[in-house]
């Protein structure tokens, strides 16, 4: 069974730094693109940011120049570094891989979510 753990959530004043973890665990052959997610109250989930395997990365217009991402290959692990976050940054933060494993095979995944809360 893989599983996706999210880590680094909590509260922060506007214009601050965190860091998002997301560690991959399981019988796991491969992981294809990482992906970060978020959902704020009241709202539908939305991208903000993702990594190939290759370390080609993508994100959010919302987030550009502000987020960066990073991963690293050997221990299965997705980084979302934040920089100057913004009250509209408040959100639960969702890990999304599509994960090769032996049991499995390529199937797609979801962790639970790390609370991020920017006050202004």
């Known amino acids: 069974q893989v599983q996706l753990v999210e880590s680094g959530g909590g509260l922060v004043q506007a214009g601050g730094s965190l860091r998002l973890s997301c560690a991959a665990s399981?019988?796991?052959?491969?992981?294809?693109?990482m992906t970060w997610y978020r959902q704020a109250p009241g709202k539908q989930r939305e991208f903000v940011a993702t990594?190939?395997?290759?370390?080609?990365?993508n994100f959010a217009d919302s987030v550009k120049g502000r987020f960066t991402i990073s991963r690293d290959n050997a221990k299965n692990t997705v980084d979302l570094h934040m920089n100057s976050l913004k009250p509209e940054d408040t959100a639960n933060y969702y890990c999304?891989?599509?994960?090769?494993?032996?049991?499995?095979?390529?199937?797609?995944?979801w962790g639970q979510g790390t609370q991020v809360t920017v006050s202004s």
């Open positions: 999304y891989a599509v994960v090769s494993s032996l049991r499995v095979g390529w199937r797609d995944y």
């Open positions: 399981g019988s796991i052959l491969s992981i294809d693109r």
């Open positions: 990594i190939t395997s290759g370390g080609t990365t």
